[in-house]
């Protein structure tokens, strides 16, 4: 295992896993992330197998990090499938009956979630299509920059994550 401190050492091994590719793909990923001012404060331990492979590992101290709580002033629900029309008038490719049909078919069997104001009407949603890919996100311009689809998206991938679905 090498223990990598210094920027110059840590330069150094960015340059060789650059010249690794694509074997060294994950462990140089974490390697930028740490040279460019590292804002998660990560950190990273290399091993490099006997036979020219490589295995990271990286270590993550939330105490040592300023996150900032994400509280969100309205609660996160799920949609219903009165929401569908909702959700395809806002769809760059909505409009039609096939996306609407769509839409209501994604509500209905696939994991969704929304931000609901105080009359329980969506402002923001995000809703999962049959990869399981997020998709179909979107905030009402009036409630914008208020951290709802960041809140959905974490939400949304924790509950993916425990059902074995990503």
């Not at 939330?62 to 929401?83: G, R, T």
């Not at 569908?84 to 490719?93: C, F, G, I, R, S």
């Not at 409009?95 to 329980?120: F, T, W």
Request: hydrophobic residues 40%.
């Amino acid at each position: 295992m090498i223990i990598l401190k210094a920027f110059k050492d840590l330069t150094l091994m960015k340059n060789i896993l650059y010249r690794e590719l694509p074997q060294s793909i994950t462990v140089l990923g974490g390697m930028l992330h740490i040279l460019h001012n590292n804002p998660c404060h990560l950190e990273s331990g290399l091993d490099i197998t006997e036979h020219g492979g490589y295995n990271s590992f990286i270590h993550h101290s939330p105490e040592d990090v300023d996150l900032q709580e994400n509280l969100l002033p309205l609660p996160i629900s799920i949609l219903e499938k009165s929401h569908a029309e909702l959700v395809d008038t806002h769809l760059p490719y909505g409009g039609s009956q096939e996306s609407l049909d769509h839409v209501r078919a994604c509500i209905h069997h696939l994991p969704n979630l929304c931000v609901s104001d105080e009359e329980g009407r969506p402002v923001s949603w995000m809703l999962s299509d049959e990869l399981c890919e997020l998709r179909m996100a979107y905030t009402l311009p009036q409630h914008r920059r208020a951290g709802h689809l960041l809140a959905l998206m974490e939400t949304i991938s924790v509950l993916l994550i425990c059902k074995d679905r990503v």
